[in-house]
């Protein structure tokens, strides 16, 4: 019996093709405006977490203010983060802008970065050829830097940069290498950046501290207790006055971009769900006509000796065939338009599985919870009553 009302729930469907066309259409565009704004929204999201990531999950940053009592981190506060319990290391940072000359060529604005081997370590794709800084450089405060491509390319002109000097401030320093190229939108662009160890840096720029500093963590897990580590080491460095420095931990960041982007994809899709539900009542609306175009069959079929449920059962899988048709038509369409508009926006394209079984799922939920009144309306209808009608 249940093969015989597939048949003929499928046969209805077909018969009325412009109506069925037009009641799954809502359907269509419900589904489709799901799967495709969850699907651009989390590759879009996905890109900000990476990049946030990149900088590092298990890094904490503490940025200092000048205060009338203290200009920056000395030595002794740098040795206090160090002994943190779950601290793996620390970056101190010293920033400047100053010239470069090699040769005939000069070069300005070039940013100056002092740096530690910590760094480096924890950067292990920074360095493309030669070597980092290591602990030896620090200790002996030796005039050596890295230099970004574009540092190489226009001061020496394909040439290898590795073991020539260049002058800053009338000084000479080696180059020991050469930095990764950085993409071109990056804010951290290192392109036109040379990186000197941080302890000649305060010699070099006259500068008796430093205004930042990078906390690395054993591990992302210990961060509250790092991070309160650092607020009493940094209390007692600047006598409890918080407005000294600032502590940035980007673990916790990634967590609130990644609550902030489950909201967004919550949103969007409930905003997108309000024509899933359009289409529903179009299905209800669809349904509703053809039980009282097909009055007179009911009536037959009853009057044959079919049972109620039956009745209902064919109504009700007419209702779940239009929206099921309509949900895998959205699915495909909303797929194709994330697609493009991913690769438009260069960024990935990942089709989760829950996506695929909220589009699908609410549109067969919208077929049985739109199509059940109105087969319930054809099971309850009498026989004589309508036969009587036809």
Request: proline letters at 2%.
């Amino acid at each position: 019996m249940i093969l015989e009302n597939i048949k003929m729930s499928w046969t209805n469907i077909v018969h009325n093709k412009m109506r069925s066309f037009l009641t799954i259409l809502g359907i269509v565009i419900g589904v489709a405006s799901i799967i495709a704004l969850i699907t651009i929204v989390k590759g879009a999201t996905g890109e900000v977490t990476e990049q946030m990531s990149s900088l590092g999950a298990d890094k904490i940053t503490v940025q200092v203010q000048e205060t009338p009592l203290k200009k920056g981190l000395l030595d002794g506060d740098i040795k206090e983060l160090e002994d943190i319990e779950y601290v793996s290391g620390v970056s101190p940072t010293l920033t400047s802008k100053t010239s470069i000359v090699q040769a005939n060529h000069v070069m300005q604005d070039i940013t100056v970065q002092g740096k530690n081997q910590i760094h480096f370590r924890k950067n292990v794709d920074l360095v493309e050829e030669g070597r980092a800084i290591n602990k030896f450089d620090i200790e002996s405060k030796n005039k050596v830097v890295l230099i970004g491509t574009k540092i190489a390319k226009e001061l020496f002109e394909g040439r290898d940069p590795i073991g020539k000097n260049v002058q800053i401030s009338g000084v000479n320093f080696k180059v020991i290498g050469l930095l990764e190229k950085s993409d071109s939108y990056s804010n951290d662009s290192t392109n036109e950046t040379l990186i000197m160890p941080y302890t000649t840096a305060m010699s070099f720029l006259q500068a008796g501290s430093v205004s930042n500093a990078d906390i690395y963590m054993e591990d992302a897990k210990y961060s509250e207790e790092v991070t309160s580590g650092v607020e009493k080491a940094m209390n007692q460095a600047f006598n409890y006055k918080n407005e000294g420095y600032s502590i940035m931990n980007m673990g916790d960041m990634i967590s609130s971009i990644n609550e902030i982007t489950t909201m967004m994809s919550l949103m969007l899709g409930g905003i997108a769900s309000i024509s899933l539900v359009v289409g529903g009542i179009g299905i209800m609306n669809m349904m509703l006509v053809s039980v009282t175009e097909r009055t007179a069959e009911i009536g037959l079929r009853k009057a044959l000796g079919a049972e109620p449920k039956r009745i209902q059962e064919q109504f009700l899988l007419e209702s779940v065939f239009l929206s099921l048709i309509g949900g895998v038509i959205g699915l495909l369409l909303g797929i194709v338009i994330a697609f493009v508009v991913c690769s438009i926006m260069g960024t990935s394209f990942t089709l989760s599985v829950t996506t695929i079984i909220l589009g699908v799922g609410f549109s067969v939920a919208i077929g049985v919870i739109f199509g059940y009144e109105p087969a319930r309306k054809a099971s309850k209808l009498h026989p004589i009553d309508a036969l009587r009608s036809h």
